[in-house]
């Protein structure tokens, strides 16, 4: 049975990749699909149907087509996953009760193992929650082992019943923790996998398109001069380029029609136009990867933005990956040796990483680089170049089109060469993803950023990236939870990344200083105390002409003692720079020790062979400050990483099922882009769902119903005004508390009235509520932000509070320790714990609210907005005393399902449908 037809669902159109990194494309069936869907129906083999159809079905009939074509999206869903406009996988699931749906899948026989079956479920159950399914049941033929076992490693809990011939199984496809590792896990199997075709290619192209003339020639050339300066040993083909030193591996073309197929890797620069042109014949030279350094795409425009989302069709219809355009290019190491295909044109040989020197020895590891624009990827590669440090891999995404730095984060996840991230950033196309994948990669592997501009919320011409209404604390915090250590620019990132990659994680924040100048301890330990790092001991101070002898023995000492974590070395020569023989006793002991060690020696900046002893290395840093602030953000990412395996809150007495229910029904006729507020009831039984009790109420139409409420719920009540100006202002006679008897609520009722005449020129409704235990009043927020998806808040309430913006934010999923740093981090939190004698509240209550409030904007992407205004936390227990629910159709860009970034936020994949974000 069909239900009521409603718009094509463009939000559920996606670009995925597979498990061996291939790019498809995955959107609802459409009734022009009939004739791509018989002819993969028709290759497929007779075992294959019949598992499908448990029938020897050949061709399909017109019924048949028209049946599987025409869905209404609603009740019969069906998603197809296409490649060069061929259908290449089917799945469907049709309602068979109330939340209830069969699902089955029907994937082209030559795409077994490749992982189709498991994308279209991930997406199937995104949309099955969308329209209000919990379960999918299944009948599947014993032989089909295949099937169930797509159920099972996703992380289902799948109940299975045999029963005459046919397995018969059913799952809840509520999102679990179990569920979205399994989707992560894959995600980042398959992100990282087609990310090896562009940073650990085998074959490289380099082409310039269109006249010689043409300004973007010189990108062409100066990409071939650095990949040929790199030593690249693959084979390697030019096009329109001249050669420099033959090669027996290099092929020069004149058109990019006579190159020769396979070429893992291509860049391109030319006029845009070409360069969109070109990429059919990619398709044909098997290329799996694109990066293309030419302007003239979406910073220009609307023309160029068109431009641009042409080029994103054509290179996912080819299945290509696409590093910019307008990217500064990248650095890689694959099977046949390190590339470099940057814009580079310094000398870069003490950044490259060293390969190893003799068999058997581990491959070195170092640096890897992530930046957007070509300005910021010359900051970087001279920054790393000027400090010395050895770099694993370096891409610039120029206007991130399609890779972006989640997938650079995807790819160092897996390279083991790249041992310290390092990333420059200008927008964030998808703040969850980039958090939720960054966090689990920086509990193995340091991550540091700087986010340019002074907000963090700048978007560049020709980025795709939604706005958020969100303060900028809110990307701070982001950054924070992800275990990102911040700097504030590339200097001080690349500061901490030497001593990150040179140094062992700090075991605590007690620092000892070494100097040989009494000015320069004294700044250690001013710099220090004001990023909290305690001094162990007194500054060792020695003369500023002590030799290396003197040093060694300070040094001695220093090993010898047990007070301290890291060491700041100070060291300024009283003309010229830093004997090379202290800085060998420097590196000596450091080597000796197993804690953190940092220096500042004048004349040694970065990773020096000076400052190097058995196979470890000191950094130095030009300032103290530099070397101080480095060090306090290593004790930073330690202390993160300390909480890293933390689990995520996970409370009794949830049933986002049931929430789901709720809101599916104000949802259903609501237009998209407005928002409704929930009346009081619906609110209320919503905010059960997740264990959240209100206090009742009731809103009364004059004095004498005041009263008979009063005496229903029993004294003590309160009274307030409905209005949301003054109902929590007290001070302006919007709320009477404490009524005990029905004099008093007579009362309260006419002065509120007449306060509300006279501050709002009207009549309003008046609400009475049972009074909550005297205690603090707090303020708990829960938003679905368009950019960053979920954004908790918290903070006391009142004026000051508001006007001083002390606030605290976390983005869910949030472990227990987040919950309790986000309620002590407010600037007014003593206030909960007892300050000047008042009694403590009862905190714990208080951050299971949190937690609660935490699970369902994280579970409800349609619940726009959650306020709890307020709360009144008790010595004993926390009481809801004001509440407001808005719901929206939701936009959210990373919602268990895996998928790619499209070209710019509503734009169509194809002249019928549309396409969604990152």
């Known amino acids: 049975m069909e239900g009521p037809a409603e718009r094509y669902p463009s939000q559920w159109e996606a670009d995925v990749v597979l498990r061996d990194g291939t790019p498809m494309h995955i959107r609802p069936i459409r009734p022009d699909d009939a004739e791509a869907l018989q002819r993969m129906h028709l290759a497929q083999s007779e075992q294959s149907r019949y598992l499908r159809f448990f029938a020897p079905v050949g061709r399909l009939s017109d019924r048949d087509l028209h049946r599987f074509t025409h869905v209404d999206h609603v009740e019969r869903v069906a998603l197809v996953l296409t490649l060069g406009g061929e259908i290449r996988a089917v799945g469907r699931f049709d309602v068979v009760g109330a939340g ?69 199984v059913s799952f809840s496809i509520e999102e679990t923790e179990r569920s979205w590792r399994v989707m992560a896990e894959r995600e980042r199997h398959t992100e990282a996998l087609s990310m090896r075709s562009v940073l650990a ?142 814009l580079w044109s310094g000398d870069d040989a003490p950044a490259l990483l060293r390969p190893p020197t003799a068999a058997g020895e581990q491959e070195s590891v170092g640096l890897g680089l992530f930046c957007q624009s070509a300005p910021g990827g010359y900051a970087l590669r001279r920054a790393a170049r000027d400090r010395g440090l050895p770099v694993s891999s370096f891409l610039s995404s120029g206007l991130r089109t399609d890779v972006s730095g989640n997938d650079t984060l995807q790819f160092w996840s897996v390279h083991e060469p790249t041992a310290v991230g390092a990333v420059y950033l200008e927008s964030i196309g998808n703040p969850r993803k980039f958090s939720r994948i960054a966090r689990r990669l920086s509990a193995s592997k340091p991550l540091v950023a700087v986010v340019s501009g002074s907000t963090g919320q700048a978007t560049p011409p020709g980025h795709a990236v939604r706005t958020s209404s969100q303060p900028q604390r809110v990307l701070t915090e982001m950054m924070r939870q992800a275990g990102f250590v911040r700097a504030r620019n590339i200097s001080e990132m690349l500061d901490v990344s030497a001593l990150l990659l040179a140094q062992p994680l700090p075991a605590g924040p007690r620092t000892a200083v070494v100097s040989s100048s009494t000015s320069l301890a004294a700044l250690v ?127 009794p007495g949830v049933d986002p099922v049931v ?30 769902t997740y264990g959240i009790e209100v206090l009742p109420s009731t809103t009364v139409a004059d004095a004498e ?158 619940v726009a907005e959650v306020v709890l205004n307020p709360v009144i936390v008790a010595e004993h227990g926390a009481q809801i005393a004001g509440f407001t629910v808005r719901v929206a159709r939701p936009v959210r860009q990373d919602a268990g399902r895996r998928m790619l970034p499209a070209a710019q936020p509503g734009w169509p994949s194809d002249a019928s449908t549309a396409s969604v974000e990152e």
């Not at 933005?305 to 069709?313: D, G, I, N």
């Not at 929430?659 to 059960?688: C, F, K, M, Q």
């Not at 938003?783 to 605290?808: I, K, R």
């Open 201 to 342: 290619a085998s074959s490289v192209l380099v082409a310039r398109l269109g006249e010689e003339e043409h300004p973007s020639a010189t990108l062409a050339h100066a990409a071939a001069r650095s990949l040929f300066r790199s030593g690249f040993d693959g084979p390697v083909q030019l096009v329109g380029l001249a050669a420099e030193p033959a090669r027996g591996d290099l092929t020069c073309h004149d058109r990019l029609a006579d190159a020769t197929p396979p070429v893992e890797l291509a860049v391109l620069a030319g006029p845009p136009d070409e360069i969109v042109d070109a990429v059919p014949q990619l398709r044909e030279l098997e290329v799996r990867s694109l990066v293309v350094l030419s302007h003239g795409f979406g910073e220009q425009g609307p023309e160029g933005m068109a431009r641009q989302r042409t080029l994103l069709r054509r290179i996912r219809e080819a299945g290509v990956r696409l590093v910019g355009p307008a990217s500064y290019g990248v650095v890689g190491h694959g099977d046949a040796g390190r590339y470099d295909l940057s």
């Open 659 to 688: 929430a789901r229910r709720i809101v599916a029904e104000p949802l259903s006729d609501l237009p998209a882009g407005t928002r409704l507020t929930l009346d009081a009831a619906t609110a209320s039984a919503l905010l059960a």
């Open 100 to 168: 209830v749906a069969e699902v089955g899948f029907y994937v082209a026989d030559t795409e077994h193992g490749r992982g189709l079956g498991s994308v279209l479920l991930e997406h199937l159950a995104a949309a099955g929650r969308d329209r209000g399914i919990h379960t999918f049941v299944a009948d599947v033929l014993p032989t089909n082992a295949r099937m169930v076992r797509v159920f099972t490693d996703a992380g289902y809990d799948v109940a299975q019943e045999y029963d005459d011939g046919v397995l018969s």
């Open 525 to 651: 330990t001013d710099v220090a105390a004001a990023h909290e790092l305690p001094l162990a001991g007194r500054p060792v101070v020695l003369d500023p002409f002590a030799g290396p002898e003197d040093y060694a023995a300070a040094f001695e000492a220093l090993l010898a003692r047990e007070d301290w974590d890291n060491v700041v070395v100070a060291l300024a020569a009283p003309v010229g720079e830093t004997d090379p023989q202290i800085a060998a006793a420097l590196a000596r002991a450091a080597a000796a020790d197993g804690r953190t060690w940092v220096a500042s020696a004048q004349g040694l900046v970065g990773l020096t062979d000076e400052l190097s002893a058995d196979g470890a290395t000191v950094p130095s840093m030009v300032t103290v400050e530099d070397a101080v602030s480095a060090l306090a953000g290593a004790v930073r990412h330690a202390d993160w990483r300390a909480g890293a395996s933390d689990p995520l809150v996970d409370l």
């Open 705 to 862: 119903a005041a009263v008979a409420a009063a005496e229903r719920f029993g004294y003590p009540v309160a009274l307030k005004t409905s209005s949301e100006v003054l109902r929590h202002r007290a001070d302006l006679g919007g709320v009477s508390l404490d009524l005990s008897d029905p004099d008093d609520v007579r009362e309260a009722y006419e002065r509120l009235c007449a306060r509300t005449r006279r501050f709002l020129g009207r009549d309003v409704a008046v609400e009475v509520q049972p009074m909550a235990p005297t205690g603090v009043a707090c303020v708990v927020r829960g938003t679905e932000d368009d950019l960053y998806g979920p954004v908790v808040a918290f903070g006391l309430g009142g004026d000051a509070t508001e006007l001083l913006g002390d606030v605290s934010y976390r983005i869910p999923p949030l472990t227990a320790a987040d919950v309790r740093d986000m309620v002590r981090s407010v600037r007014a939190a003593p206030r909960l714990l007892g300050h000047r004698g008042l009694p403590a509240v009862d905190i714990g209550a208080l951050e299971d609210l949190v937690a609660r409030v935490s699970m369902l904007t994280d579970d409800l992407p349609e």
